[in-house]
């Protein structure tokens, strides 16, 4: 492709490559921007627990070279100090200028973006909560169906959890679970009216893992790797997409990063990216925003002027840990090391959404260090008990955050906000339900580990420049275009109209979809034609 | 600072040159003839001829360290020598600082530290500075610390006295750089050395270990025997052979230098490991951490891993760790306890051992540590070790507030500082 693009998308995470298919498909030329970061880590060959007892050199991959992993030890995700997964995070804070007050302000220069080392969980929203999308709820309908058959879904069951995840229709079976999962279940089944009663609900995770083979893709064999790099490919991750488009007529991707966007006085969009050298504007018929929420928002605020403050949702988030006394000395097995089991969880008016995951895959040390103990006693009750625990997280709405960002006279992104008042006793009432809930399936939610995380370290963020039916300034429509800024559209979570506590990946991927067609559908209606037509 | 040394090319001198130039000051050495290093500028002095030399008028300070070695019958007038060096200071408007040492007193047993006791009064009189060390040893062998080593070197037992005699000793590079940091401020009397008295044997058997590298057995000497070989000898022979100094060494009275360190903001390194290269002393705390984790020997490459850690990340300095910790894990637990209580900003040992735990489990032995056993354990063996890992936590934690009058948490002594 020669000349300029019809579209320029600004990231290649989820929901950058969601919104190239139907741009690609319509024969519009795509430039696709991004960090540029790429792995530096060939994921382990072995299985977990092999390369663990045999591999002299298994430091590359839990310490790092040059130690990485020991060095920041204040983020409380351990995926954050895995060193193959640093160069998704590594240099973002700085590229983007953030500054971040309390809160945790994560995003990535990674080609692939955040979707490179995340959880992989996915849900579809429901008609009551797609009443807040400004659009037809079919077309998210559609689109989710679209994505979720060329991303390759699992954990579709009958279970009560299938009309919470909505995705059953388009995903395989699951990957089959482990057996502390299992048993867990199967005692839930065997009570779970006395636990509807309660409020708790639970079924098999719906993740955006294969458990059968697509393309190229193998499905899921178990191997533990999860945190370390999946020789499988089972897990989705946004560069599958991105091999695919390369091979697509009209598409073109390069490295840039992109810092400042706006509008020329014809009305047409341009980017600026600062390449090696200096600053280069690039100009298109639209620009997709798909950078992540906190860039997004920050070359929107700084496009519009805006210096206030604007809100940002991300939802509140916990972790605890789960111990069956009758499992003790159970031997540990390599095995799928993301969600296995969900669970919901009504407290009051507001709903949590939560996971269960096998803790082998995650180096003890992580745990030892919160424990209160000496780290030799540490160690040894930690071993001890590790095979007969399970790791849980917990999600509140975004609804409930408090965080706020704003753009400084300097080009700075300020980010700040605490946990309100509110979060912290709906927190501790949920403490209360869980360990009820898990009680009456037969296991203990470990006393103190039930841990609140920082603001913003669930890393979803969203709702920005949430879309409405009638956006004011700084707000997007129904196609994601920002109102004052024409042409230039938010794919990411910076559009959708609310974070819910639900994972939120794939919503964004099909309302990326939804935009795309939105775009191309006025794009190619418009006599001036693309000059790529093949 | 522009500073006139005599005896620059002395045991202590040498270091006090050496470090004085390193950080930026001018030296002036006051020597005899024929300088040992011809980047050194030099002016004629000898401590037998008592004239005055004629110091440049931007000397800041002068350091008296020059100090005759050899019988005590050809000793020259080191009263009249250090009068003039001190009428040549006053003359150029420079400081007088005097090496003293822990034997000076007026009845001292030999002449060297009678000596020393009257030029000290005469220092004092002048308004000088006077530093008192305990034994100096450490750095290039020379001097009486040469003696040592050639002789711990040489004897095939060190001899362990009963009744212990105790020394003070000081490291020659942190004497230096007392010298240094006191040269413009202080006056009075200085005394260094190890805060709590040292048995000679002991110290011996650090330099057996440390510097000569072999080991060596202990062989019980009555301190009463020296005293009469001394005797028999005469003082000729006995001052050849060292004799003498020993036996000022058995009867020297300790030092306070508790006070006069504080007030100085010094903190002397250790003795453990002030004669171990930087590397040989994170070898050791590789070791003690790594076991601590490991509960096992930790195979050489760990050990190597973390001190790459320890250089790569915090720059190569080493946790002064007391040196039972280093041998039992039981005392590593209550002194990791002890440090979690008593200062909580200074997270270095929880930081280390946490460290040490991360590099431990990324290995095979690790796997072993880390991962429950994979073949399938009897729950009971779970159950018992848990509660034996509670037990002992618990009375290690109840030590630690026990014992917290008593943790003397080090400053990090001045060598170790980046």
Redesign the interface.
């Known amino acids: 492709m020669s000349g300029q693009p019809d579209v320029i998308v600004v990231g290649s995470g989820p929901a950058g490559v969601s919104a190239c298919f139907p741009l690609l498909d319509a024969s519009l030329g795509v430039l696709m921007l991004d960090g540029g970061a790429t792995p530096d880590l060939e994921p382990p060959e072995e299985a977990f627990l092999d390369w663990r007892s045999n591999r002299g050199d298994q430091w590359r991959w839990m310490l790092g070279a040059d130690f990485v992993a020991l060095r920041d030890r204040g983020a409380v995700s351990p995926k954050l100090r895995v060193p193959g997964h640093r160069y998704v995070f590594e240099g973002f804070g700085e590229a983007n200028r953030i500054v971040a007050n309390g809160v945790a302000a994560v995003g990535s220069m990674a080609t692939g973006g955040l979707s490179q080392s995340w959880g992989c969980g996915i849900a579809a929203l429901s008609e009551d909560e797609l009443s807040a999308f400004p659009c037809p709820k079919h077309r998210i309908r559609d689109a989710y169906c679209v994505v979720s058959r060329r991303i390759g879904l699992s954990g579709a069951t009958d279970d009560d959890l299938s009309s919470y995840f909505g995705v059953d229709a388009w995903a395989a079976p699951p990957i089959p679970a482990d057996e502390l999962h299992s048993e867990m279940l199967d005692r839930y089944t065997a009570q779970r009216n006395l636990h509807h009663s309660h409020g708790f609900r639970m079924g098999r995770s719906r993740v955006a893992v294969l458990s059968r083979d697509q393309g190229t893709r193998r499905a899921c064999s178990a191997t533990g790797n999860c945190l370390y790099g999946c020789r499988n490919r089972s897990l989705y991750a946004a560069t599958e997409d991105l091999h695919a488009l390369r091979r697509r007529a009209g598409f073109r991707h390069e490295k840039g990063h992109v810092v400042a966007i706006g509008v020329g006085k014809d009305g047409d969009p341009w980017v600026e990216v600062a390449a090696q050298g200096g600053r280069e504007r690039l100009r298109a018929r639209k620009v997709v925003l798909a950078a992540g929420a906190l860039t997004t928002t920050r070359l929107a605020l700084s496009a519009l002027s805006i210096a206030g403050e604007v809100r940002l949702e991300s939802s509140p988030t916990a972790a605890f840990l789960l111990w069956r006394p009758q499992h003790l000395g159970r031997r540990p097995g390599n095995g799928f090391g993301l969600g296995q089991l969900s669970f919901v969880q009504q407290s009051g008016s507001c709903r949590a959404f939560g996971s269960l995951f096998s803790p082998t895959g995650i180096p003890l040390s992580e745990f030892v260090v919160r424990l209160p103990f000496g780290r030799r006693s540490g160690i040894d009750i930690m071993r001890s008990i590790m095979s007969s625990c399970l790791v849980g997280n917990l999600f509140l709405p975004g609804s409930m955050s408090e965080l706020r960002l704003a753009v400084s006279s300097d080009g700075d992104l300020l980010v700040r906000g605490a946990h309100g008042a509110a979060v912290k006793a709906v927190m501790r009432e949920l403490e209360a339900d869980l360990r009820r809930a898990f009680r009456r399936t037969g296991w203990f939610l470990v006393p103190r580990s039930f841990t609140l995380g920082v603001p913003g370290g669930d890393l979803h963020y969203g709702a920005s420049l949430p879309m409405r039916a009638s956006p004011r300034r700084g707000e997007t429509d129904a196609a994601g275009t920002i109102n004052g800024l024409p042409n230039i559209h938010v794919a990411d979570g910076a559009s959708l109209p609310e974070i819910s506590e639900k994972p939120h990946t794939l919503t964004i991927m099909a309302n990326a979809h939804r935009i795309g067609e939105e775009i191309a559908a006025e794009l190619t209606l418009d006599p001036r034609r693309s000059l790529n037509k093949e | 600072m522009k500073l006139a040394v005599t005896g620059a090319t002395g045991y202590i001198g040498q270091r006090l040159v050496a470090l004085a130039r390193s950080e930026g000051h001018e030296v002036l050495a006051l020597t005899r003839p024929g300088p040992s290093r011809p980047s050194l500028a030099w002016m004629p002095f000898d401590l037998s001829q008592p004239r005055c030399p004629e110091l440049p008028c931007d000397i800041d300070v002068l350091v008296h360290l020059a100090a005759h070695v050899g019988p005590s019958r050809e000793a020259p007038d080191e009263l009249r020598a250090a009068l003039a060096l001190m009428t040549a200071a006053k003359a150029s408007g420079a400081r007088f600082v005097f090496l003293s040492s822990q034997a000076a007193r007026p009845d001292a047993p030999t002449a060297y530290g009678r000596s020393k006791w009257q030029i000290e009064r005469a220092v004092e009189e002048a308004g000088g500075w006077i530093i008192r060390p305990g034994l100096v040893f450490g750095g290039p062998s020379a001097g009486l610390w040469g003696r040592i080593v050639w002789l711990v070197g040489r004897l095939p037992v060190l001899p362990a006295l009963f009744p212990p005699a105790y020394v003070q000793p000081v490291h020659v590079d942190d004497l230096a750089a007392i010298v240094l940091r006191g040269a413009l401020l202080c006056d009075g009397i200085t005394r260094v050395g190890a805060p709590e008295p040292v048995s000679f044997s002991r110290f011996l058997r650090l330099v057996a270990r440390d510097r000569v590298r072999r080991w060596r057995p202990r062989f019980p000497v009555p301190a009463i025997g020296i005293v009469w070989l001394h005797r028999i000898l005469g003082p000729t022979r006995s001052e050849r052979t060292g004799i003498s100094r020993l036996v000022s060494l058995i009867k020297l009275e300790p030092m306070e230098t508790w006070d006069d360190l504080s007030k100085l903001g010094f903190s002397l390194r250790p003795l453990d490991s002030a004669l171990r290269s930087k590397r040989r002393i994170l070898l050791v705390e590789a070791r003690g951490l790594l076991r ?2 490991l ?1 096992d020997d930790p195979p050489i ?1 760990l050990l190597r ?1 973390y001190v790459r ?1 320890v250089e ?2 915090h720059g190569g300095t080493p946790l002064i760790l007391p040196h039972v910790t280093t041998l039992s ?1 039981f005392a ?2 209550v002194y ?2 002890a440090h979690a209580r008593i200062d909580q900003h200074d997270g270095s040992v929880r ?1 280390r ?3 040490a ?3 431990a ?4 032995a ?14 009971f ?3 018992f ?2 509660i ?3 037990v ?2 618990v009375t ?2 109840g030590l630690a507030l026990l014992a917290r009058p008593w943790i003397n948490v080090p400053a990090q002594p001045e060598a170790m500082k980046q």
């Open positions: 601590y984790v509960r490459t891993r850690y790569r990340v894990p590593l637990r990791e306890h930081s051992i946490d460290a735990m991360a590099i489990e990324a290995s095979t690790g796997s072993v540590r880390f991962i429950a056993a994979l073949e399938h354990r009897r729950p063996a779970s159950v070790w848990i034996r890992a509670l002992t936590d290690a934690r």
